[in-house]
């Protein structure tokens, strides 16, 4: 068969060798049999940097990395000896620059028609940068497994109980910590699914929480909470309380895989909570008695005509103060039975039209005294069953909010509507408004707000979380909506 190449007509199957060796990609070399290079092709040299010419005679344990030469003379003999015949190995070469470069080394020898080996002829493939692609994917892979098993470890060790759900709430994971308590709620076992019902109760310890309540449950809904607490256990002396947050787990598309809880048990900071509600609850009850003789004196000494006007001023003063200290201990009481056994109601049917129009009047002259234009929108009657003494509690705490956080010359605007089968009572100001950050916590114990605080308008930050767990009791709800400077508008919603 003749062949064709462009520097000439036909050539011999040497030349045609010559050639290939001359332009294949692949790097080439005849070695003797003693391991000296006889020739090597453009791609080898380059390979190593050096000059095909000056790497003749070269033995080739000259250009292999030191570390790799005892491997490839063991390997180089045992082919030329007839042994193997021929080897490949991964091998480091070394350029003329000293650097190292990785290779796939293939080696055949070459026999004569009488089966003598004349020579070698190797065949290298320079894989450095897969060999480094290789390096890095290790490295890489190490990572992630030393990574996934720190995670492991903190997963299982870990204080806070821990458990992975799927998007169809069948359980995947918990860890130890959430096994162990798994066992009060569930005494009889649990079957590995969301909203499984369970000695599972509300923050009274006695009502139980539906499916629909269920933290796992919440969580496979697609809910994502914080903070949510309950008790669990079926004795009350050996119950645990936790609190639960949950959150979605999805995949980099955005696809929901399931959701992640983590259980946090905090009996003994409930049990301190209620400790604390008992101390104060008993300290203020015992505080109320001896005010109530010492006003009870006061009154008719501030009522005796014999005593010189600069003495009954003064007691007037003390009385005023006293009064306040009163109304004081009354509030820290009741948050604290609040806290400690829930509000006790006594109800009745009760006009709060009336209610109502009493309240506004026991405020007027004190928004009169501010300069405030205080009115009331009323029908004509609404009776409610609910306990009189807390809903007036309510209206005038809402009520002298208002004055309190209403500059001269504002208005103040009561408004009392059935609507939708609920009564609603509103409260309307034009005062200093609450700012957005702060709207989420004027009904929680102490707070008080920057402004209130900054214009020193006195106040225990107490009002509104008396207002709220009295409206809470009735089974009604209160909502606020407000803005910096542009007034606040408190809406107290209870059922008829
Ligand atoms: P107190 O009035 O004793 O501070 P409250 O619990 O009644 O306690 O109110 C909590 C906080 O909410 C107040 O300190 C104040 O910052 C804010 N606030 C309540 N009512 C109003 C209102 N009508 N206008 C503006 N801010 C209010």
Redesign the pocket.
């Known amino acids: 068969m003749d062949v064709r190449s462009d520097d000439g007509p036909a050539t011999d199957a040497a030349a045609l060798w010559r050639l290939t060796l001359e332009h294949s990609p692949i790097g080439m070399a005849l070695v003797d049999l003693e391991g000296r290079v006889m020739l090597v092709n453009p791609a080898f040299a380059e390979m190593l940097g050096r000059d095909p010419q000056a790497m003749r005679g070269l033995h080739f344990s000259e250009i292999t990395y030191s570390d790799d030469v005892a491997d490839d003379v063991d390997q180089f003999t045992r082919a030329v000896s007839g042994e193997t015949g021929s080897y490949r190995v991964r091998k480091r070469y070394l350029r003329s620059d000293g650097a190292v470069v990785w290779a796939d080394l293939s080696v055949g020898v070459v026999r004569d028609g009488s089966g003598q080996p004349q020579h070698l002829i190797a065949q290298v493939l320079d894989i450095t940068e897969q060999h480094e692609a290789e390096q890095r994917l290790a490295a890489a892979v190490a990572e992630t497994e030393r990574e996934r098993q720190t995670l492991a470890a903190v997963f299982e060790t870990v204080g806070v109980g821990l458990l992975l759900i799927d998007a169809e709430g069948r359980y995947q994971r918990m860890n130890r910590r959430h096994r162990e308590t798994m066992s009060l709620p569930f005494p009889e076992g649990h079957a590995g699914a969301a909203g499984q019902l369970g000695h599972v109760y509300h923050l009274d310890g006695h009502t139980p929480l539906s499916r629909e309540e269920m933290p796992s449950y919440r969580a496979a809904q697609g809910e994502e909470f914080t903070d949510y607490r309950y008790w669990v256990g079926d004795d009350p002396l050996t119950r645990a309380a936790f609190t639960t947050s949950a959150r979605q787990v999805r995949s980099p598309s955005g696809e929901r895989l399931g959701a992640a809880l983590a259980y946090q048990e905090i009996t003994d900071l409930l049990r301190a909570l209620r400790v604390k509600d008992q101390f104060v609850s008993s300290v203020s009850h015992e505080l109320r008695t001896p005010l109530t003789a010492v006003l009870g004196h006061l009154e008719m000494l501030c009522e005796d005509e014999e005593l010189p006007g600069d003495v009954r001023q003064r007691l007037q003063v003390v009385r005023r103060n006293a009064d306040r200290l009163r109304s004081l201990v009354s509030d820290v009481l009741l948050v604290a039975r609040a806290g400690e056994v829930g509000l006790e109601m006594e109800r009745s049917d009760v006009d709060l039209v009336r209610l109502v129009r009493e309240a506004v009047e026991a405020a007027r002259p004190g928004a009169e005294r501010t300069g405030l234009d205080l009115t009331a929108r009323t029908p004509g009657r609404l009776v409610v069953r609910v306990d009189e003494r807390r809903v007036r509690q309510v209206v005038d705490?809402l009520l002298s909010?208002?004055v309190?956080?209403t500059e001269a010359g504002g208005s103040v605007r009561v408004t009392l509507r059935l609507a939708a089968g609920a009564v609603e009572l509103e409260v309307a100001?034009t005062?200093?408004?609450?700012a957005a950050d702060e709207l989420g916590a004027?009904f929680t114990r102490f707070?008080?707000?920057a402004?209130?605080t900054a214009r020193h308008i006195p106040?225990?930050?107490?009002?509104?979380?008396i207002t709220s767990s009295i409206v809470g009791a009735h089974g009604g709800s209160v909502a606020v909506s407000?803005e910096p400077g542009g007034g606040?508008v408190f809406t107290v919603t209870l059922p008829a």
Do not use: H, M, P, Q
């Open positions: 705490n909010n208002a309190k956080y100001d005062g200093i408004g609450i004027v707070f008080r707000g402004a209130a106040g225990t930050g107490l009002g509104l979380e407000s606040s």
